[in-house]
């Protein structure tokens, strides 16, 4: 048990013969009410917060299927497959990849000629239910160069898009036109 304890001092009472002195008792405090009113407080506040709920990105899953090969079609006409590389260089071709590479072509991420206009331009040439861009990062890519492509999705209002790992293929095509470019 907690305690203060204050002891007597002179009072200012006469001393000397024939004066009786007094008695002095001590002062004495508990503490314990305090000490439980003060947890009582602290436990009250701590239970009427409102604790802070976590806060998730919304995630919108494709549709379940029969057939395993139906899961993740696209419509050729409709899909644009961006590449990130090296030094802010996008790679992007529409549909299927041609064996000749002939559709093969870069871009950067400037603001006026780059990816954004070829986001727009394949936004505005395929109805919105069929537009689906993959984005496929190679083991090149910044990080901040991923985050940006997620940018321009959301900055274009592009609302199916997909983050895929680069096909072995499609990953010596970029390197290949990287050494071309002189791009190290």
């Known amino acids: 048990m907690a305690s203060i304890d204050s002891g007597g001092g002179d009072s200012g009472h006469k001393k000397g013969p024939g004066v009786k002195k007094a008695k002095k008792l001590s002062t004495k405090v508990d503490m314990t009410p305090l000490v439980d009113l003060a947890f009582l407080l602290i436990t009250f506040f701590i239970f009427t917060t409102t604790m802070s709920t976590p806060a998730g990105m919304p995630l919108f899953m494709p549709k ?3 057939k395993d090969e139906d899961k993740n079609k696209a419509k050729e006409s409709g899909a644009l497959t961006l590449m990130l590389g090296k030094n802010n260089q996008v790679y992007y071709y529409e549909g299927q990849l041609l064996p000749d590479g002939s559709n093969f072509k870069s871009t950067s991420f400037d603001p006026e000629n780059g990816v954004r206009q070829v986001v727009m331009r ?22 901040k160069n991923t985050v940006d492509i997620l940018d321009e999705m959301t900055i274009n209002q592009v ?8 096909t072995p293929n499609e990953n010596e095509l970029v ?3 990287q050494a071309r470019a002189g791009i190290r």
Do not use: G, H, W
């Not at 505005?124 to 984005?135: F, R």
């Not at 609302?159 to 680069?166: C, S």
């Open 64 to 66: 379940d299927t029969e």
């Open 122 to 143: 394949k936004k505005q040439s395929t109805p919105a239910e069929d537009l689906v861009i993959v984005i496929k990062p190679n083991e090149d890519a910044s990080y």
């Open 159 to 166: 609302k199916r898009f997909a983050l895929v790992d680069i």
């Open 175 to 177: 390197l290949a036109t």
